[in-house]
Each structure stands twice: as structure tokens, then as C-alpha cells.
């Protein structure tokens, strides 16, 4: 596709909020680069079944911005259709790329949860160099965007990281664990999980070793997804235990960008850890 006229309006098209964050704060200072989201807010996008209308958004957009087939199977068929051009994620250098500890034979081995990793964020924007011309940009304009988002996540990076210092050894528990790729960047542990799958519920006998667990590992901390069950979790964070709403999706921050949702993870985890509750 031929360059784009700066002042002609360029659809740009994320997968998921974080995504649509981390364009928003990069092209804060170009307007005429309009940021929207494929996915809607209620839509699960662990199996998200997309819309006649999603896909005309696909169609009608300059550029998709996504996490890649693996991590986004339900969306890849409609994307490698209707895309003009795209950008995934998986396909950067210098990506991160975890397993599932766990997964069940319907649904990719990769972790999905990439965003949740500075490093992978860096990936992806170094990732969009080439498309300076189809973002209506001149290279001046793209370096200066580039560089002072990245001067910004570089900070916020190093925030968290003294921030969450002293709870690398910290358990926690979560219904399912989203949460690898930002306890890998901050050296935070795997959290105790109820279930393999954010779907699934716990038997009595899981219930059990859970609570048994979390005796042990002196679990005062539950992190709950919007998707988790809630009512499991509040009976299995008792005493001192405090229980914490996080959204891996920034789904709770209305039009934010990528480092201000990354400061709001990082404040989330610190406080659970240490007993604050949640307001």
C-alpha cells in the first residue's frame, strides 16, 4: 500500500485494550492516527466469536495491530482475510514467549498473556519501523514517538520493578494463571492456581488441597480476573487473606495508556501483597 497523506485519517485496528494502549500513548502527539478495538469489552478473548461487523472493522482499517495467530486463534482466520496490513506480536524479535504450564488440547501451548511483558511491548514497537509510511508519519516524526514512549515505559519499567523488589518470594493466588509474563518481568512468583482454565470450576477435592496450600505457602493475597469465580475465591481468602480484582486486560482504565495501566498492575499486586484492602 502506498504512503498515507499526514493529514488523511489512518485507521489503526488492536487486537485487545493493552494493545490499543500502548498505540494510543505512541501516537498521543498524531492525532489523524485513529486507535480502535476489535475486540468489545464483554467478549471473552480466551474464545471470542467475532461479529459480521467486527470484520468489516478489519477490512476498513490501515493497519491491524495483534498479539499473532498463535496467541489469538479465534481471531486469526478473519484478520488473515480481511487485513490489509498486520502486525503481530509473535512475530517480532526479541520476543517473549512462555508456555502454559498447563493447557487442555483445544487451545494453543503458547501463553497468551504477551502484553503483560515490557519487553514484548518493545518488541511490537520496534516491530512498527517499517510502517512509517502507511502510518502517514515522517521517519522524524515516527523516531520521536518511538523514543519517548520507550523513555516512558523504561521508567515505569524500573518503578515496578523497586516497587514489587521486596515480594519476589511472595505466593499468591489466582483462578488461572495470567500472570506469567509479569512475574517473569518483575522476578515475582508463579501464583497458586484453582484451575487450568478460567472456565473451570474447582471440585471439593481441589477446594481442599487449595486451602491446604495455601496454608502452607501463607497465601495472603488473591488475585481475581473479572472472569474468575469470585464466590470460590472470597470462601477460600479468609483472615487476614485480601482479595484483589485485576484485570490482565486494563478493561477497569478507560482510555489509558500502555505505562499508566502498567503502574496501575504493579500498585494492584503491591498492595495485595501487603494486606492492603481493596477500595
Known sequence: MGAVQAQQT??????????????????AEHPHIQVDILLLPQQNPHHAALTPGQARRVLNSHLVVWLGAE???YIADI???????????????????????HHDAHHSHLDPHLWLAPQNIIALVQGLDK??????LSVAEWESAKAHFLRQLETTTAQLTELLAPYHEAAYLSHHDAWGYFATAFALQRPLVV????????????VVELRQQMQQQQVKCVVAEPEARKGLLRRLCTGDCVLYEVDPLGR?????????????????FEACFAGKPQH
Do not use: C, M, W
Open 131 to 136: 510502517h512509517t509510511a502507511e502510518l502517514g
Open 71 to 73: 496467541a489469538e486463534p
Open 195 to 206: 484451575a487450568t482454565n478460567i472456565d473451570t470450576d474447582a471440585s471439593s477435592r481441589r
Open 79 to 101: 484478520i488473515h482475510k480481511h487485513g490489509r496490513l498486520e502486525v503481530p506480536l509473535t512475530a517480532q524479535k526479541g520476543v517473549l514467549l512462555l508456555q502454559e504450564e
Open 10 to 27: 489512518v485507521s489503526v485496528l488492536a487486537s485487545i485494550e493493552p494493545v490499543a494502549q500502548v498505540l494510543r500513548e505512541l501516537f
Open 252 to 268: 477497569d482504565l478507560d482510555t489509558a495508556h500502555y505505562t499508566e495501566f502498567l503502574h496501575h498492575l504493579g500498585a494492584q
